[in-house]
Structures are given as structure tokens and as C-alpha cells.
């Protein structure tokens, strides 16, 4: 739901310097200088860990002393920025910074542009949307706003992770190469909230409150982060050649016309394979098991009119 544009005269603008490649930094001291040139007060903050940088985005949030709350950086910092304004009445402005910017795809909101980034956050016009809720067998939980994925894709991030050499991208390949010699079927059991449970062998099951993840592979082509559901998809274990010719349809979306492809929608699923982990917006959630739930209204966001 969108609403009207509001008064936006003091924001708290959080960077993560070390976020994004180093890319953030920058982004942000334009996109600082835009909104004080429109008229707008920032408070620059900085977190040196993505731990200081929560605690500050809280404390921004709870304080009461600004009309939103703006993260500068990827898909991971815009994560962390979720955590601290979803169920407040502080909308959550973003100025993408990132390699993948997936939240920015969903939104519409401007890559590669803070100035145009900022207008936006300047505007005021913000939109009411849904959000997943992850929650470990531990009780712990934490919000995510794109998709949340485990599987082969969940392997690579968690290789990636554990790899030293080389930096960058490069490190990511590496993992996918990796993990896709590496590659077997997984044991699945996703029960659904209609009690309907999937019991099989697969190579990743995705839950998506927007449509892409990885820098737009539509993984969930139809999901709509306002309609109170949650998009899953299922990809069957199959061949590593076919599977070489499938990822490419992912980023038309046309994967899931294919017989390997299945999909649900759900309010709420339950996930389970074991030695599993998940990840959602490409930061690490939880190992296997694990609830996940949609909340329908949970952000208010900045995004254009």
C-alpha cells in the first residue's frame, strides 16, 4: 500500500564503510550531500562491525529523534536495517550500494544513483510491505525481505564463507565450482501451512517475499511483497549437466515451467534437511530446521510514488 508523501526533515544515514566492496562510503557522502542540498538534516553514522552497525540503527530507530531511518550498502546492509525498523512506525529509507541490490530491483528504487537515491528518501512517499520472519530451532529469529534460500545455493554461500582465497567475486565462483562437483541430491521435508507436507529429494527450495535473488535471478518470479504470502520453489535434484542448462533460465524466470520445477504458496512453511543451512538477503539465518512465517504490513519503506 502506498501512502502519501510525508515531512522527512531529520534522518539517521548508516554506512557499514567496510560493506559493499567499499562502495558504500562513497555512496553515502553523496547521497549525505543530496539530502542536505533538498533541505534535510543527517545524522552520519558508521558502524565498524555489522554488530555496532545494529546497535545503531536500534538505537536510531527507538530514539524517536528522526523521520527515517537510510542504509547505504547491498542487499546485507538493507538486512540489517530491516531488524531494526520492521514493526516501528520509522520507515526505512535505502540508497543502494550493492553488487546484487535485489530489495532495489523489487522497489524500484535507483541503482547506482544515490543522488536519485535520496530524492526519493527526501519525497517521503512510503509503501507498506510484507515481510518473511525466520525463526531456528533455537527460538531465535530474525526478519528478511527478498528470499530465503537453502540448498545448493545456501552450500555455496556457506563455502564461500569458509574460503580464504581469492577476494571479490572470485571467491564466490570459486565456491559454485566447488560445490557443483560436490553436488547430491538433498533430503527435504517442507510442510506448508495448510498441512500439506513435501517429502523429496531436491537441489534448493527458495521462499520468496519478492521475486529475485544473486543480482536478479528470479527465483520466485511472481511473488508480490504486498499480497500476505510467501512464494516457494522447489527445484527436484536432477543431473549436474541439466542442472548446468537450467540456472540460466533463472534469470528469465522461465524455470518454472519446467517438470523439475515446482511451486506453492504459503503464509508460513516449515523447512527441514539435515546439515542445511539457510541464508535470506545473503546473509546467514539459521541451520535447518527452521519456521518461516510471512508479515504482511511489517516495513514501511521509502520508495518512489
Known amino acids: 500500500m502506498n501512502q502519501p508523501g510525508g515531512a522527512i526533515r531529520r534522518v539517521v544515514l548508516l554506512t557499514n564503510p567496510a560493506a559493499a566492496a567499499g562502495h558504500a562510503e562513497p555512496a553515502a557522502r553523496r547521497a549525505t550531500a543530496r539530502l542536505r542540498a533538498l533541505g534535510v538534516e543527517v545524522e552520519e553514522q558508521a558502524g565498524a562491525s555489522a554488530e555496532e552497525s545494529l546497535r545503531l540503527a536500534r538505537a536510531a530507530v527507538s530514539s524517536g529523534s528522526c523521520d527515517a531511518l537510510v542504509v547505504v550498502g547491498g542487499d546485507g546492509m538493507i538486512n540489517l536495517g530491516l531488524q531494526a525498523a520492521a514493526g516501528s512506525d520509522v520507515p526505512l529509507g535505502v540508497v543502494p550500494a550493492g553488487t546484487g541490490n535485489d530489495h532495489a530491483r523489487a522497489y524500484n528504487l535507483p541503482r547506482d544513483a544515490p543522488e536519485a537515491a535520496a530524492d526519493v528518501v527526501a519525497a517521503?512517499?512510503?509503501?507498506?510491505?510484507?515481510?518473511?520472519?525466520?525463526?531456528?530451532?533455537?527460538?531465535?529469529?530474525?526478519?528478511?525481505?527478498?528470499v530465503?534460500?537453502?540448498?545448493?545455493?545456501?552450500?555455496?554461500?556457506?563455502?564461500?564463507?569458509?574460503?580464504?582465497?581469492?577476494?571479490?567475486r572470485?571467491?564466490?565462483?570459486?565456491?559454485?565450482?566447488?560445490?557443483?562437483?560436490?553436488?547430491?541430491?538433498?533430503?527435504?521435508?517442507?510442510?506448508?501451512?495448510?498441512?500439506?507436507?513435501?517429502?523429496?529429494?531436491l537441489t534448493l527450495a527458495a521462499v520468496g517475499n519478492t521475486s529475485s535473488y544473486g543480482g536478479g535471478?528470479?527465483?520466485?518470479?511472481?511473488?508480490?511483497?504486498?499480497?500476505?504470502?510467501l512464494d516457494l520453489t522447489l527445484v527436484s535434484a536432477m543431473p549436474r549437466l541439466r542442472i548446468a542448462r537450467f540456472f540460466p533460465t533463472l534469470f528469465?524466470?522461465?524455470?518454472?515451467e519446467r517438470p523439475e520445477v515446482t511451486t506453492h504458496r504459503t503464509a508460513s512453511l516449515r523447512?527441514?534437511?539435515?546439515?542445511?543451512?539457510?541464508?535470506?538477503?545473503?546473509?546467514?539465518?539459521?541451520a535447518l530446521p527452521v519456521d518461516v512465517t510471512v508479515v504482511p504490513g511489517a516495513l514501511h519503506l521509502l520508495a518512489p510514488a
Open 252 to 256: 528469465k524466470g522461465t524455470h518454472v
Open 124 to 146: 517521503g512517499h512510503t509503501r507498506s510491505v510484507d515481510l518473511g520472519r525466520v525463526t531456528a530451532s533455537d527460538g531465535s529469529s530474525h526478519w528478511f525481505g527478498s
Open 170 to 201: 572470485m571467491r564466490y565462483n570459486l565456491a559454485i565450482l566447488v560445490e557443483f562437483a560436490n553436488l547430491r541430491p538433498l533430503p527435504f521435508r517442507v510442510t506448508l501451512a495448510d498441512g500439506t507436507v513435501i517429502e523429496r529429494d
Open 148 to 168: 530465503l534460500a537453502s540448498g545448493f545455493d545456501s552450500l555455496v554461500s556457506d563455502r564461500t564463507n569458509r574460503l580464504r582465497w581469492p577476494r571479490g
Open 217 to 229: 535471478m528470479l527465483i520466485c518470479p511472481s511473488a508480490d511483497p504486498a499480497d500476505g504470502l
Open 271 to 286: 523447512i527441514e534437511s539435515p546439515g542445511i543451512t539457510a541464508y535470506a538477503d545473503g546473509e546467514f539465518m539459521a
